[in-house]
C-alpha cells in the first residue's frame, strides 16, 4: 500500500513528454514553480499560461488523470494544512485560494515531471549542475531504501493484523507508536550495515 | 606462499558486553574453499567482519587478521578491503544504488579506475552471473534470487583475491541454489562461506570449521566433521541427508 504511494509508476512508460530530455522537464519545471510562488495569484495570464501547458503536458503523457488526482490528493494535506491556517484569519481569507491554487500547481508540475522521467536521470541532471556529490548520494539511498522501509511496515502490518483477533473499535495510538519506534530502530540498524556494505567496497 | 586469510587468537567484545569472539585462530591458503558452520549466534557473521576490516572500530599495528601476510591495519584498509570481497547475508543491504549497473560498478569507482574499464568490469561481471542486458533494471525491482547475483557481481567486479560469503545461498528456492552453487565453483578466490546450508559445504568445501560461542570446536575434511552426528548435534547442527545413504555411484 505504501509502496504504491511513493512509487514512481509511470516514469519508465512511454510518450513524448517521456522521450523529452530529463534537463528540459527539470528546467521548465523550476521556472513554473518559481514564477508561481513569486506571482500574485492575480497575475491571471500567468496561471493561464501555466494551466494550459501543464493541461497540455498531461494529455500528451498519457498518464491516467484519476492516478494524478491521487496523487494530488495524497500530496496535498501538507501543502493545505498550511493554507487552513490562512483560512481561519479574517485578514487573510482571501489568501486561502492563492495559497490553495498555487500548491496544486506547484504539486501538479512535480507529479508530472517525476512520472515522466526515470530517477536516475534526475540525478544525474543534478550531478551535471554540480550539486555536492555527498547530497546526490544521500538523495540516492533516500529514494532505494524507501521502497525496502514501506515493504517492510507493510510485512509487520501484515504481521500485526494477522494476530489481531478483535476488529479495533478506535485508532490505536499505542500501536502505532510501537510501529513507528520498531521501524525507525530496524531503519538506523539498516543503516549501519548499508555503511559496513559500502566500506566493503572500498567507500571512503 | 603466505596463507590468504591468517587469524591468531581473535577476540571481540560487543558493546553491550556479549563476547561474540574468544579467541579464533585458523588460516587459510590460497585457492581454499572453506565453510564456516555453527549455529545461529555463534560468532560467524562477527568473524566475517573482521576480515574485511570492518570491525574491530579501532585496528592495532599487530591485529590478529592477515590478509596475505599483511595485518589489517587504519593504513591498508582500503588495500585489504580491495583484496577481500564481502558478500552480506542481505541483499538489499548490500545493494544501494538505483540501477544494476551503478550498483556493480560503485566498488571499482572507488579504487580509481578509469570509466571505460569500469564499463568493461560492468559488462563482464554481469555475463558471468547469467545477468547480461540487466544494467539499467532498478534494483529494488529485482528477484531475490538475482538480486543475490548482482550483489556477486557487484564483489567480483571488485575482483577481489579472497571471496567471503555470509549465509549465500538462504532465501534461495532451488533453483537459485543450484545455479549460486554452481557460479560460486566456477570462480577461482580463495572462498570462506560462512552457511546453514549443510549439503552445499559438502558439494563445494573440502574443509569445515565449526564455530561454537565464539570458539572454533572443529577444523578438518567437511565429510568427515559432517559425518559425525555427536559433533553436529552438539553445536547445533546436524549430519546432512547426503550423508546418510552410501551409494554405490
Redesign the interface.
Known amino acids: 500500500m505504501i509502496t504504491n504511494l511513493v512509487g514512481h509508476h509511470h516514469s519508465h512508460a512511454e510518450s513524448p513528454v517521456h522521450r523529452l530530455a530529463a534537463e528540459l522537464k527539470l528546467g521548465v519545471a523550476l521556472v513554473v514553480i518559481l514564477g508561481t510562488v513569486l506571482m500574485p495569484a492575480t497575475a491571471t495570464n500567468w496561471f493561464g499560461a501555466v494551466g494550459g501547458l501543464l493541461v497540455l503536458t498531461i494529455i500528451l503523457s498519457r498518464l491516467p488523470v484519476l492516478f494524478l488526482l491521487k496523487r494530488l490528493a495524497v500530496l496535498s494535506p501538507f501543502v493545505l494544512g498550511v493554507a487552513l491556517v490562512n483560512a481561519f484569519q479574517p485578514a487573510t481569507g482571501a489568501a486561502w485560494w492563492s495559497v490553495a491554487l498555487k500548491s496544486a500547481v506547484c504539486l501538479v508540475t512535480v507529479i508530472l515531471v517525476s512520472n515522466t522521467t526515470p530517477?536516475?536521470k534526475i540525478?544525474r541532471v543534478l550531478q551535471r549542475l554540480r550539486v555536492p556529490g555527498l547530497l546526490i548520494t544521500t538523495i540516492?539511498?533516500m529514494?532505494?531504501?524507501l521502497?525496502?522501509l514501506a515493504d517492510e511496515s507493510e510485512r509487520m502490518r501484515r504481521a500485526r493484523a494477522s494476530r489481531t483477533f478483535v476488529p479495533a473499535r478506535r485508532f490505536h495510538w499505542h500501536t502505532l507508536a510501537t510501529v513507528l519506534g520498531q521501524l525507525f530502530v530496524r531503519a538506523s540498524e539498516?543503516a549501519e550495515?548499508?555503511y559496513?556494505?559500502?566500506?566493503?567496497?572500498?567507500?571512503? | 606462499m603466505k596463507n590468504s586469510i591468517e587469524v591468531t587468537n581473535l577476540k571481540y567484545r560487543y558493546h553491550d558486553g556479549t563476547e561474540a569472539l574468544r579467541g579464533v585462530s585458523f588460516a587459510l591458503a590460497p585457492g581454499e574453499c572453506v565453510a564456516l558452520l555453527g549455529p545461529n549466534g555463534s560468532g560467524k557473521s562477527t568473524l566475517l567482519?573482521h576480515l574485511?576490516g570492518?570491525l574491530p572500530e579501532k585496528h592495532s599495528a599487530n591485529g590478529a587478521v592477515r590478509i596475505h601476510g599483511e595485518p589489517v591495519t587504519t593504513e591498508k584498509l582500503?588495500a585489504i578491503?580491495?583484496q577481500v570481497?564481502?558478500l552480506?547475508q542481505?541483499p538489499?543491504?548490500?545493494?544501494?544504488?538505483?540501477?544494476v549497473a551503478?550498483d556493480v560498478a560503485?566498488?571499482p569507482r572507488?579504487?580509481g579506475i578509469s570509466e571505460n574499464e569500469i564499463a568493461a568490469r560492468v559488462q563482464k561481471t554481469l555475463a558471468q552471473v547469467g545477468l547480461a542486458g540487466f544494467d539499467?533494471r532498478a534494483?529494488?525491482h529485482l528477484s531475490h534470487g538475482e538480486k543475490r547475483r548482482v550483489c556477486l557481481a557487484?564483489?567480483l567486479a571488485?575482483e577481489p583475491a579472497v571471496l567471503v560469503l555470509d549465509e549465500p545461498t538462504s532465501d534461495l528456492d532451488p533453483r537459485g541454489r543450484r545455479e549460486f552453487k554452481a557460479l560460486l565453483r566456477e570462480i577461482p578466490a580463495t572462498k570462506l562461506i560462512a552457511t546453514h546450508d549443510l549439503e552445499m559445504a559438502v558439494e563445494l568445501c573440502p574443509r569445515a570449521i565449526v564455530l561454537d560461542h565464539g570458539q572454533i570446536v572443529a577444523d578438518g575434511r567437511t565429510m568427515q566433521l559432517l559425518g559425525d552426528e555427536a559433533l553436529m548435534l552438539a553445536h547445533g547442527l546436524e549430519k546432512p541427508h547426503i550423508l546418510w545413504h552410501h551409494h554405490p555411484h
Do not use: S
Open positions: 530517477f536516475g540525478l540516492a539511498l529514494h532505494r531504501y521502497f525496502v539498516r550495515r548499508i559496513d556494505a559500502m566500506c566493503a567496497r572500498g567507500w571512503k | 567482519l574485511n570492518l582500503a578491503r580491495r570481497g564481502l552480506f542481505d538489499d543491504d548490500q545493494l544501494f544504488c538505483p540501477t551503478e560503485f566498488g572507488q579504487f539499467h534494483t529494488h557487484g564483489v571488485c
